[in-house]
């Protein structure tokens, strides 16, 4: 034990002033860094940033090589990569310093930003609600917030912070209420926000029968993490949307499913179908 504990010891008798500071430099740029990751954990942006780091990598491999002409290309690329990575880049950019304008990196945990908890009883009064707006025809896009915050998504909207209930759902997408033109966004047990304005998917694969209220969904799964659930008031048919991919649910009771499988993490252990264990799998789309 003595052995163990006497090198540390000696480390920090020997330890001047300055390599205090280094140390600290050093675990605040950490931080930092892992607090930027953090904001965009979960949407496009982590997707940018993979596409640059294989950039970067073919690019020593191309001079590694000695393929001169691949790598004065790519070369000659990276000169715009600064202005390209404003243009790929702008709304998470806003969305970081919005939260350094309200102190969001500082307020919340240490260890980021942990998934919401979402409670049974929460899962029953959404399945519920989304059923009885599905029979009665009545057209929802209801969002639910996952691990990384949605400030853009809500700061478009109507604030509510109202304790999420079913006819408060079904009351909000009725047709006469000022608030049903827009998506719903939904965190933890509680409804944040109401009459949000959503980005609409520019996948050009999208099947062209799809109309505003699922590509406005499929858009916000592209860059944020959440799940959506979309009623469809001319069909009356419900689906989910997670990553980009839409799938019709058979009924609410494959929905309510699917909400313990994603956001209560119910079942993931259990053996899976096929069908189930590939819902949301690259090229799934709405039939």
Aim: aromatic share 6%; proline share 4%; glycine share 6%.
């Amino acid at each position: 034990m003595n052995d163990t504990i006497k090198p540390l010891l000696d480390l920090f008798r020997e330890m001047s002033w300055r390599n205090v500071v280094s140390v600290v430099d050093i675990l605040l740029v950490t931080y930092l860094v892992y607090r930027l990751f953090s904001l965009v954990r979960g949407t496009r942006a982590i997707r940018i940033v993979a596409g640059i780091a294989f950039f970067l990598l073919i690019l020593f491999v191309s001079k590694w090589l000695q393929l001169d002409t691949l790598h004065w290309l790519l070369e000659k690329g990276t000169l715009l990569g600064p202005v390209a990575l404003v243009i790929l880049l702008l709304p998470e950019l806003r969305q970081a310093l919005e939260g350094f304008g309200q102190l969001g990196l500082w307020t919340q945990k240490l260890v980021g930003s942990e998934r919401t908890d979402v409670k049974a009883e929460t899962v029953e009064k959404i399945v519920a609600a989304a059923a009885e707006m599905s029979s009665a025809r009545i057209g929802a896009l209801m969002v639910i917030e996952q691990a990384s915050p949605m400030i853009d998504v809500v700061s478009s909207g109507v604030p509510l912070n109202a304790n999420l209930s079913t006819p408060l759902l079904v009351s909000i997408f009725y047709e006469g209420n000022p608030l049903h033109d827009g998506a719903t966004v939904i965190k933890g047990d509680e409804i944040i926000a109401a009459a949000c304005r959503l980005p609409l998917s520019e996948n050009a694969r999208l099947d062209p029968a799809l109309h505003m209220r699922h590509r406005a969904g499929i858009g916000v799964s592209e860059q944020h993490d959440c799940l959506v659930i979309i009623v469809s008031e001319e069909r009356g048919t419900i689906s989910v949307v997670k990553d980009g991919h839409l799938r019709r649910m058979a009924g609410h009771v494959e929905l309510r499913e699917v909400l313990n499988r994603e956001l209560r993490l119910v079942g993931e252990e259990e053996p899976e179908s096929e069908p189930k264990r590939r819902l949301f799998a690259r090229g799934s789309k709405l039939r």
